[in-house]
């Protein structure tokens, strides 16, 4: 993680301890709710009580560990998976129901809440290293709708004891911010890691409900990487945030990683041609493939900072053409299959522009010629992973390059050629040709100063950018006519 980032973080804020927000909580008489919480204790609730006057907040804490309890309870997980999103959300509402018909009429002037976990702690083989589902349900207002902040975690400790420490950290910090912090998404998302920063691994939130409709769940997605508390982070085409252990189990997988400002028809080709490739691969299954597109934190710095109306931009743009979205602060894709790793993905596939890989390639020779090289590449280029290069025009005289023409330093050459060889690089083959002449920046000046620009750009983009008024778009006489 990036400790020095989120150690300036924390130095900027007033951050209160544990025991001093569930004693804020608790001393709240309009607060009122259910903890529900299986795996790794009842860490949660536990520091609820140990805060004091905990009869004003908690009207029941409750867990079942045994399966056949827990099925009688919450009914049975089809997947045979009980940490999972589906439990967790079966608990938030098992729970939540309950406290409206038996405390509604008797607590007419309580905002309810049910905080539910379902956690696996790291276990003495170190064969489960720690993860899990939170959410809590909860009424901004007596008598008000219900909203639901939902996050997957990934926990650090080396230990079952400080893993179920953080959680009852991390679920008093959640509670917290529901009540406290929904007006700055910003202090709502780091306030999550308030005394365990470095210790989880927060990759997923999701805030949603009639009281936050003007919350836009890809901005918080964002936040999550740009504020450290992960370094992967996905949304779904309809603009949700999601979780890869839920939508992208046990398949395989093609990210394709660009700038997307704004796509165009090369991008499109890029998505068809690649992932028509890499499913016709013999280990890949084509009804168990997906593909996404990857923004990293890099090619979302403009003028070295990031404008998360651009950033929506893009992200409107890639959702109109039906891609679910990577945001990333991975410059080197080796942090992006160490993320994967650990999720069940089968097959994994990048796909990236030819002058992108010789980026890659000569700033890994420039940085590492004191015996280190060999390490360096097998980091980048290993089993796990197969790097398809999309061809480009790079020099005057518009000569076409290919991975297998791409000239790299010579310390280098035999080590790129086995790399060719074996397969670990890979050429697009079967790409449009005629289209590589488009460059989305010709054509983000041309939405801008209102030239034609409709004919380089897929339909569901042109329809997306002219109906949001994308990347400065300014009408022109041919699309008024």
Request: glycine content about 6%; charged content about 25%; overall charge negative.
């Amino acid at each position: 993680m990036h400790e020095t980032q989120v150690i300036v973080e924390e130095k900027k804020r007033h951050i209160l301890k544990p025991e001093q927000k569930a004693l804020n909580i608790n001393l709240n008489k309009q607060i009122y709710g259910t903890f529900a919480e299986i795996g790794a204790g009842q860490e949660v609730a536990r520091n609820f009580f140990q805060a004091g006057a905990a009869v004003g907040t908690i009207a029941k804490t409750m867990s079942a560990y045994d399966k056949t309890y827990s099925d009688s309870i919450y009914g049975e997980e089809k997947s045979g998976r009980y940490v999972c999103e589906s439990r967790l959300y079966k608990m938030l509402d098992h729970e939540y129901s309950l406290m409206q018909e038996r405390l509604s009429a008797v607590r007419p002037d309580s905002s309810f809440f049910v905080f539910a976990d379902t956690v696996a702690a790291i276990n003495y083989k170190r064969t489960i290293l720690g993860q899990g589902w939170l959410g809590v349900r909860f009424q901004l207002t007596p008598d008000g709708p219900s909203n639901d902040l939902i996050i997957h975690v990934r926990l650090k400790d080396q230990s079952n004891h400080l893993q179920q420490e953080a959680i009852g950290i991390l679920g008093v910090n959640m509670i917290y911010a529901c009540y406290k912090f929904t007006e700055d998404l910003d202090e709502f998302v780091l306030s999550l890691q308030d005394s365990i920063w470095g210790r989880v691994q927060i990759d997923m939130i999701r805030l949603e409900g009639p009281d936050f409709e003007h919350v836009d769940n890809r901005i918080l997605t964002l936040k999550t990487v740009k504020h450290g508390l992960t370094d992967v982070a996905m949304f779904n085409k309809e603009g949700r945030s999601v979780h890869a252990s839920e939508f992208l189990w046990k398949r395989d997988l093609m990210v394709v990683r660009g700038h997307f400002r704004p796509p165009t028809k090369v991008t499109q080709d890029v998505f068809d041609s690649g992932f028509k490739q890499f499913v016709a691969e013999e280990d890949v299954s084509a009804d168990r493939a997906s593909i996404m597109a990857e923004l990293t934190m890099k090619n979302l710095t403009v003028k070295g900072s990031i404008d998360e109306a651009d950033y929506l931009e893009r992200a409107d743009t890639l959702c109109a053409l039906g891609y679910d979205v990577i945001i990333s602060n991975c410059d080197n894709h080796q942090v992006l299959v160490n993320y994967l790793s650990g999720l069940n993905i089968g097959n994994l596939g990048l796909v990236i522009g030819v002058k992108e890989l010789y980026q890659i390639i000569d700033d890994k020779y420039h940085n590492n010629q004191d015996g280190r090289l060999l390490v360096a590449f097998g980091e980048l280029f290993n089993k796990n992973i197969t790097v398809y290069v999309y061809p480009a025009y790079l020099r005057k005289g518009k000569e076409l390059v290919s991975a297998k023409t791409l000239i790299v330093p010579d310390g280098i050459h035999f080590l790129y050629k086995h790399l060719i060889e074996t397969g670990q690089i890979v050429e697009i083959e079967n790409y449009n040709k005629e289209q590589l002449d488009i460059m989305p920046w010709n054509i983000l000046d041309s939405i801008k100063s209102g030239e034609e620009w409709e004919h380089c750009v897929p339909a569901p983009v042109v329809e997306v950018i002219k109906e949001k008024s994308l990347f400065n778009y300014k009408s022109n006489k041919t699309t008024l006519a």
